[in-house]
């Protein structure tokens, strides 16, 4: 079945420093790939999104890249702010009559001032 | 943009007693409508799916009786804790789709705790 397999965390930065969390996926098909992020107490926010094989994801300068050769979609970001401390979850929408999304395990990111 | 309205944020209930969480979507027809938990520090696990006017679809190792789905309309669903008990204290997400070619907007989630 579709999987989807997560950096795991927690991850401390400084601001102003570079972030990457990777991501990888399992799945049939050609499925949608999310980024997600839940601040503390509250539901999910989609971050960005990517439908297709070489399409790029952005909002709020974070980025993410659909590589269907290597089957991934790491989030990136130039210069993390301390607001951007949340959980980061990748997740994917497959091939089932409902296409459900999947998700990773949530990665943690602190930034510190 | 698509607001999705879950209530209450949290609860605190008796074990025995049932507890009723409320997914609205706001501003456009949910066909489909998911459940989640979250454990503490975990990942969002699906527990089942719903679509308008129809029973939903349970994922393995959910008791469907104990967790009842309603799904009577397109703005609205209901998923029941019947005889809460201390294990099914966790947070719980709605998440609902106008229709397969549009993206999923979630409720702010429901801490559930049950003493």
């Known amino acids: 079945g579709d999987s989807v397999t997560q950096m795991e965390g927690p991850v401390t930065l400084s601001e102003e420093a570079f972030l990457t969390i990777n991501c990888t996926y399992t799945a049939t098909?050609?499925?949608?790939?999310?980024?997600y992020v839940q601040y503390p107490g509250e539901g999910l926010q989609l971050l960005l999104k990517a439908t297709k094989a070489d399409d790029k994801g952005s909002n709020k300068g974070f980025e993410a890249t659909y590589r269907k050769e290597t089957t991934s979609f790491h989030l990136?970001?130039?210069?993390?702010?301390?607001?951007?401390?949340?959980?980061?979850?990748?997740?994917?929408?497959?091939?089932?009559?409902a296409r459900q999304l999947t998700f990773g395990s949530g990665t943690q990111l602190t930034v510190l001032p | 943009?698509?607001?999705?309205?879950?209530?209450?944020?949290?609860?605190?209930?008796?074990?025995?007693?049932?507890?009723?969480?409320?997914?609205?979507?706001?501003?456009?027809?949910?066909?489909?409508m998911f459940w989640?938990?979250?454990?503490?520090k975990q990942s969002l696990m699906l527990m089942a799916t719903s679509n308008e006017g129809s029973k939903a679809?349970?994922?393995?190792?959910?008791?469907?009786?104990?967790?009842?789905?309603?799904?009577?309309?397109?703005?609205?669903?209901?998923?029941t804790v019947t005889s809460a008990h201390?294990?099914?204290?966790?947070?719980?997400?709605?998440?609902?789709?106008?229709?397969?070619?549009?993206?999923?907007?979630?409720?702010?989630?429901?801490?559930?705790?049950v003493v």
Not at chain 1, 29 to 35: E, I, K, V
């Open chain 2, 57 to 79: 679809t349970y994922e393995q190792g959910v008791e469907k009786d104990k967790f009842l789905i309603n799904h009577a309309s397109l703005t609205l669903s209901t998923l």
């Open chain 1, 29 to 35: 098909g050609y499925p949608s790939l999310f980024w």
């Open chain 1, 76 to 97: 990136e970001k130039g210069s993390v702010q301390v607001s951007d401390s949340a959980v980061y979850f990748c997740a994917l929408s497959g091939s089932g009559s």
């Open chain 2, 36 to 40: 989640y938990r979250q454990f503490p």
């Open chain 2, 86 to 113: 201390p294990e099914d204290s966790s947070f719980y997400i709605c998440s609902a789709r106008e229709g397969q070619d549009y993206g999923y907007t979630f409720g702010s989630g429901t801490r559930l705790t």
């Open chain 2, 1 to 32: 943009g698509a607001v999705v309205s879950q209530h209450p944020s949290w609860v605190i209930c008796k074990s025995g007693t049932s507890v009723k969480i409320e997914c609205r979507s706001l501003d456009f027809q949910a066909t489909t």
